[in-house]
């Protein structure tokens, strides 16, 4: 059965950096483009990044770019989100997700793990 599960989700000032992870298993993960959402209260759920399936292109909403970073390691079924320069607007809850391509219908979502930067 596909699993997705997050980890490396804390509580940040502003300025400050985490690392999400997602450990896929169950699916052949290298098969699958992944990405990142999140969802903040009373907000709709928004894309972060996404990254094809061997890492070659990547993708990242407007609000992100130049902070944050998605990368993959095939061999350790993993993918990460690197963020940096993290903002009060980047609170939520943020999920990996994966698809057969960057274009398709969404397969299978994890549970999510919460980053809060706050003062």
């Known amino acids: 059965q596909a699993q997705l599960v997050e980890s490396g989700g804390a509580l940040v000032q502003p300025g400050g950096s985490l690392r999400l992870s997602c450990a896929a298993s169950g699916f052949t993960f290298s098969n699958y483009a992944m990405s990142w959402y999140r969802q903040a209260p009373g907000k709709e759920r928004e894309m972060v990044a996404t990254i094809t399936s061997a890492g070659g292109s990547r993708n990242y909403a407007d609000s992100v770019k130049g902070r944050f970073t998605i990368s993959r390691d095939n061999a350790k079924n993993t993918l990460y989100l690197q963020m940096n320069s993290l903002k009060p607007e980047d609170t939520a809850v943020y999920y990996c997700?994966?698809?057969?391509?960057?274009?398709?219908?969404?397969?299978?979502w994890g549970q999510g793990t919460q980053v809060t930067v706050s003062s």
């Open positions: 997700n994966a698809r057969r391509s960057t274009i398709g219908p969404i397969r299978y």
